[in-house]
């Protein structure tokens, strides 16, 4: 039976502004997304049956209908029968190195690979922007999943805007492995404290997103310059989890008196991040946090910036 092994690389946001509600139910994003070297693997096996078999090393992970990786196989079943049908279903082995539950979507990530991977296993020709309209299907942040790097995402995060890489940059990365926080949840409250402050006119939506895409993060980004990056950090959704969650709160402030280029928390959270010019000055703040919180439930990282999405593993 054929087989590949993919790497499904985490994502970081440098930035999150929530614009206002759309039709959908979903809210109107500007994000910067940034994808970095703290990967999943995720092996697949034609199995040469009509039952999807998914198994991952971690036991929080669903290994059913509500796994992504799953959901991906099912989609790509429904899209592409004859392909099914010759092939068969597969087995999908996920070895987990992005935390759970981190805002780092780990599991957006595997969505992508399942579907990067069986386009090469079925040898179907899919074109990377192909992929990415089967996995806006999916979730809002497989279609950057895919492709990885650096991207400007509107919309509810689908729509992308590739940006000049920052592969040159490092971040710690830190969470408390015993704390998740529902993406559901953040979104839900920020809208219940904060959608009095929503743009509701299409032609307001539209001059904010061009602001952001004209603006001093794009200009940072274009020169490279992760001094100025760090400063710009900003994520809507710190309003609502930070409050929430005092220990998010004091990792984040702990990050702040390390010095590093810039401190946030990511996404939807609990996974906080530093920005480092330089591996020397990312593994320094690493150091000085870990001994400052000295609490065996927390995980540090040090990852570089990527510029690529979801990869053959060698």
Not at 8 to 35: C, T, W
Request: aromatic content about 6%; overall charge negative.
């Amino acid at each position: 039976m054929r087989s590949y092994s993919l790497l499904a690389p985490a994502k970081i946001n440098l930035y999150l502004e929530i614009l206002g509600d759309r039709p959908d139910g979903f809210h109107e994003l500007v994000m910067v997304l940034q994808s970095i070297d703290l990967a999943d693997q995720i092996d697949l096996r034609a199995n040469g049956t009509s039952t999807i078999r998914v198994h991952c090393d971690h036991p929080l992970v669903p290994e059913d209908q509500t796994n992504l990786a799953y959901r991906a196989a099912e989609l790509m079943m429904e899209q592409f029968p004859e392909c099914f049908d010759r092939y068969g279903a597969v087995d999908i082995s996920i070895k987990k190195h992005i935390p759970v539950g981190a805002g780092l979507a780990g599991g957006s990530s595997n969505g992508a690979s399942v579907l990067v991977g069986l386009n090469l296993l079925w040898q179907l020709g899919l074109t990377q922007t192909e992929l990415q309209t089967l996995g806006a299907q999916l979730g809002s942040d497989v279609p950057f999943c895919i492709a990885g790097g650096t991207a400007l995402a509107t919309g509810r995060g689908e729509k992308l805007d590739v940006l000049a890489g920052l592969d040159h940059l490092y971040i710690v990365l830190a969470k408390y492995r015993s704390l998740s926080v529902s993406t559901a949840w953040a979104y839900k409250a920020f809208r219940q404290q904060f959608s009095h402050s929503y743009l509701c006119q299409p032609e307001d939506l539209e001059c904010r997103r061009q602001q952001v895409h004209s603006g001093p993060m794009m200009t940072a980004i274009a020169q490279r310059d992760g001094g100025q990056i760090g400063q710009l950090l900003y994520n809507d959704l710190e309003r609502v989890v930070l409050p929430e969650h005092p220990s998010v709160l004091a990792l984040r402030q702990a990050f702040e008196r390390a010095h590093p280029l810039g401190t946030m928390m990511s996404g939807s959270g609990p996974s906080v991040f530093a920005l480092a010019e330089s591996q020397e000055q990312a593994e320094q703040i690493k150091a000085r946090v870990a001994a400052e919180m000295a609490n065996p439930d927390l995980d540090l990282w040090v990852v570089k910036f990527n510029s690529s999405g979801i990869r053959l593993a060698n």
